[in-house]
């Protein structure tokens, strides 16, 4: 097999000469616009360049149709992962109305013309049921789709005018006509892919030994740097550790590149739409191991997906393909026999040694010890700089609960009581205070609410990857908006949501500015807790109600709240 053909026999690139991109500069100044967002940006990338050959755009109506139904396009060829552009309803109406669209980046720059071909409203709960098997929202493409895309999906041929703009790791980013021209001029007839959304460990190493062992090829290192599943160590710290890792494969064996990929955790069908991308990149096989692209543990406790139903998808499909799969089971290390073993290989009475994820990161965070046998510590020093224990990391205190719950005074008093202990900046975002400096052009209407609080969650989230302490204390009123703070905190440092559930009745008797009584006889309109809901949270990490407790004992209940989270020593 050679690396010469791409899905669909053509590898398409949509980047114009000069001549042509002035020209469609000129064009895009004339139409209506839309920012693209960081998903989208990757989608685009990988349109334009050919890594997502043969689409030369976003789907239409009935390529999306036939990918959701058959894992096939309109024209009857293999792809399993739908390519769309969602947008919100004016946008869709302007599109639709001109029949074009410009797409930029988030700084302004022009990085395509749509010609707009499809606009159309999906059924978004059809669409989870068909990619990712349920709609569960704990699926991160489900919770994607269902609470971030736009209503409206745009299909069309794309005018590219150019590429986005990386200035990270330029020296590991090729497209797939450079990365074929390299395998060309070194001789690699025969590659093998490894994909990866995590830092590489030893055992990694060995499935990547084993499969370019195995089937006598190359073998190259293409691990995701677009977007990954929220929570994931950042590409910045992985590709340190990719770096670092390259010293220990043997020279001109192994090469590293970087794949500007939007993963969408689909399991199965995602392993397929891995195996699509690399053959555009001229790959001529790729290791699928156990649970491939899966997100973990759905509502109810259990996979998503079956550990091996990627690797039975692929079986079905690599003939027609044309990519072939290195299969490869869980590898745990020996201690008798001091070396990596695949899972099936362990003798009886073996001693056999592992580390999971969730166990590597418990011992990042407090600190402890990392075996050599398990990760060089080249590598493990590149992630203590990143993540360092989890008591010296910052972290987010998000006070919500109704006007005069005391709030505020409880922040402030913990504001207070965490200057005193620790040695890390301390700043409080506190509702009033934030309305009068951030939002003083917001009224009280629910999506100026929600403005208000993500700018809360926003400066927090700074604060927070900047190794500071942030105190919140908003109203913040709706579920889902709070949901998107601790989404924007978490995979940052520590997130704590404390609800002050002090009683409606309560908050009235404390109310000294009559704000409730103007609220009662309908002067003030849409006031939370009388003529708009309060959702109150259901899994807070603490609830308090100040009836019960004092300030002072509120700020006690936090800081061993803080403490038995490990955020403070």
Same mark, same amino acid.
């Given at each position: 097999?050679?690396?010469?053909?791409?899905?669909?026999?053509?590898?398409?690139?949509?980047?114009? =000469?000069?001549?042509?991109?002035?020209?469609?500069?000129?064009?895009?100044?004339?139409?209506?616009?839309?920012?693209?967002?960081?998903?989208?940006?990757?989608?685009?990338?990988?349109?334009?360049?050919?890594?997502?050959?043969? $689409?030369?755009?976003?789907?239409?109506?009935?390529?999306?149709?036939?990918?959701?139904?058959?894992?096939?396009?309109?024209?009857?060829?293999?792809?399993?992962?739908?390519?769309?552009?969602?947008?919100?309803? /004016?946008?869709?109406?302007?599109?639709?109305?001109?029949?074009? $669209?410009? $797409? @930029? =980046?988030?700084?302004?720059?022009?990085?395509?013309?749509?010609?707009?071909? =499809?606009?159309?409203?999906?059924?978004?709960?059809?669409?989870?049921?068909?990619?990712?098997?349920?709609?569960?929202?704990?699926?991160?493409?489900?919770?994607?789709?269902?609470?971030?895309?736009?209503?409206?999906?745009?299909?069309? !041929?794309?005018?590219?005018?150019?590429?986005?703009?990386?200035?990270?790791?330029?020296?590991?980013?090729?497209?797939?006509?450079?990365?074929?021209?390299?395998?060309?001029?070194?001789?690699?007839?025969?590659?093998?892919?490894?994909?990866?959304?995590?830092?590489?460990?030893?055992?990694?190493?060995?499935?990547?030994?084993?499969?370019?062992?195995?089937?006598?090829?190359?073998?190259?290192?293409?691990?995701?740097?677009?977007?990954?599943?929220?929570?994931?160590?950042?590409?910045?710290? @992985?590709?340190?550790?990719?770096?670092?890792?390259?010293?220990?494969?043997?020279?001109?064996?192994?090469?590293?590149?970087?794949?500007?990929?939007?993963?969408?955790?689909?399991?199965?069908?995602?392993?397929?739409?891995?195996?699509?991308?690399?053959?555009?990149?001229?790959?001529?096989?790729?290791?699928?191991? &156990?649970?491939?692209?899966?997100?973990?543990?759905?509502?109810?406790?259990?996979?998503?997906?079956?550990?091996?139903?990627?690797?039975?998808?692929?079986?079905?499909?690599?003939?027609?393909?044309?990519?072939?799969?290195?299969?490869?089971?869980?590898?745990?290390?020996?201690?008798?026999?001091?070396?990596?073993?695949?899972?099936? !290989?362990?003798?009886?009475?073996?001693?056999? $040694?592992?580390?999971?994820?969730?166990?590597?990161?418990?011992?990042?965070?407090?600190?402890?010890?990392?075996?050599?046998?398990?990760?060089?510590?080249?590598?493990?020093? !590149?992630?203590?700089?990143?993540?360092?224990?989890?008591?010296?990391?910052?972290?987010?205190?998000?006070?919500?609960?109704?006007?005069?719950?005391?709030?505020?005074?409880?922040?402030?008093?913990?504001?207070?009581?965490?200057?005193?202990?620790?040695?890390?900046?301390?700043?409080?975002?506190?509702?009033?205070?934030?309305?009068?400096?951030?939002?003083?052009?917001?009224?009280?209407?629910?999506?100026?609410?929600?403005?208000?609080?993500?700018?809360?969650?926003?400066?927090?989230?700074?604060?927070?990857?900047?190794?500071?302490?942030?105190?919140?204390?908003?109203?913040?009123?709706?579920?889902?908006?709070?949901?998107?703070?601790?989404?924007?905190?978490?995979?940052?440092?520590?997130?704590?949501?404390?609800?002050?559930?002090?009683?409606?009745?309560?908050?009235?008797?404390?109310? &000294?500015?009559?704000?409730?009584?103007?609220? &009662?006889?309908?002067?003030?309109?849409?006031?939370?807790?009388?003529?708009?809901?309060?959702?109150?949270?259901?899994?807070?990490?603490?609830?308090?109600?100040?009836?019960?407790?004092?300030?002072? !004992?509120?700020?006690?209940?936090?800081?061993?709240?803080?403490? /038995?989270?490990?955020?403070?020593?």
């Amino acid at each position: 097999m050679s690396t010469t053909t791409a899905h669909g026999g053509e590898l398409i690139n949509l980047i114009p =000469d000069a001549a042509t991109k002035a020209e469609r500069q000129a064009l895009a100044n004339s139409l209506p616009e839309w920012s693209l967002t960081p998903r989208q940006i990757c989608d685009l990338e990988l349109i334009l360049n050919g890594g997502f050959s043969p $689409l030369t755009g976003f789907m239409t109506e009935a390529d999306y149709d036939s990918v959701l139904k058959d894992m096939r396009l309109a024209n009857g060829l293999l792809w399993s992962m739908p390519i769309t552009l969602d947008v919100d309803e /004016a946008t869709a109406t302007k599109a639709k109305e001109v029949g074009q $669209l410009t $797409l @930029r =980046d988030q700084e302004g720059v022009v990085l395509a013309i749509l010609n707009v071909s =499809d606009v159309w409203q999906p059924n978004k709960a059809a669409e989870a049921e068909a990619v990712f098997g349920k709609n569960d929202k704990k699926h991160p493409a489900v919770n994607y789709l269902m609470n971030h895309a736009g209503d409206y999906y745009l299909g069309g !041929e794309l005018l590219g005018l150019q590429l986005p703009t990386h200035y990270d790791y330029q020296q590991h980013r090729h497209s797939p006509a450079e990365v074929r021209a390299q395998f060309k001029k070194t001789g690699w007839s025969k590659v093998v892919a490894f994909q990866t959304r995590n830092p590489m460990h030893r055992a990694h190493q060995e499935i990547a030994f084993r499969a370019a062992q195995k089937v006598e090829a190359n073998l190259l290192i293409h691990p995701v740097v677009g977007m990954t599943k929220p929570g994931d160590i950042d590409h910045f710290t @992985r590709v340190r550790c990719y770096e670092k890792l390259m010293e220990r494969f043997p020279e001109r064996t192994t090469a590293l590149s970087l794949l500007p990929l939007a993963m969408r955790m689909g399991g199965p069908r995602e392993a397929l739409w891995h195996a699509i991308i690399r053959k555009n990149y001229g790959c001529t096989h790729i290791i699928i191991g &156990r649970d491939h692209a899966g997100p973990g543990d759905d509502s109810d406790g259990n996979p998503f997906y079956d550990p091996y139903g990627a690797q039975h998808l692929l079986e079905k499909h690599q003939e027609e393909l044309g990519i072939e799969m290195v299969e490869f089971e869980m590898m745990v290390f020996s201690q008798d026999k001091a070396q990596y073993i695949a899972l099936s !290989e362990k003798q009886e009475d073996e001693n056999i $040694l592992n580390i999971s994820g969730t166990e590597l990161r418990r011992r990042l965070q407090q600190g402890l010890d990392i075996p050599e046998w398990f990760s060089y510590p080249e590598v493990v020093a !590149e992630l203590r700089k990143s993540y360092p224990p989890r008591n010296k990391q910052g972290f987010t205190v998000f006070f919500t609960g109704l006007s005069g719950s005391g709030k505020s005074t409880i922040a402030n008093a913990l504001l207070v009581k965490l200057m005193e202990m620790i040695n890390r900046p301390v700043t409080l975002l506190d509702g009033d205070v934030v309305r009068k400096h951030l939002s003083s052009e917001l009224g009280f209407s629910k999506e100026h609410r929600n403005i208000n609080v993500l700018r809360i969650g926003y400066v927090a989230s700074e604060i927070t990857k900047n190794g500071g302490v942030a105190i919140c204390a908003p109203i913040a009123p709706y579920e889902q908006t709070r949901d998107e703070v601790r989404e924007m905190i978490e995979p940052l440092g520590g997130f704590l949501e404390i609800h002050v559930s002090t009683p409606l009745e309560e908050c009235e008797k404390r109310d &000294r500015k009559g704000l409730y009584d103007l609220a &009662r006889k309908g002067v003030i309109k849409e006031f939370t807790g009388i003529s708009d809901p309060y959702e109150a949270p259901k899994t807070p990490e603490l609830d308090i109600n100040t009836l019960n407790f004092k300030p002072d !004992e509120a700020t006690q209940q936090i800081v061993l709240k803080l403490e /038995a989270m490990g955020l403070i020593a």
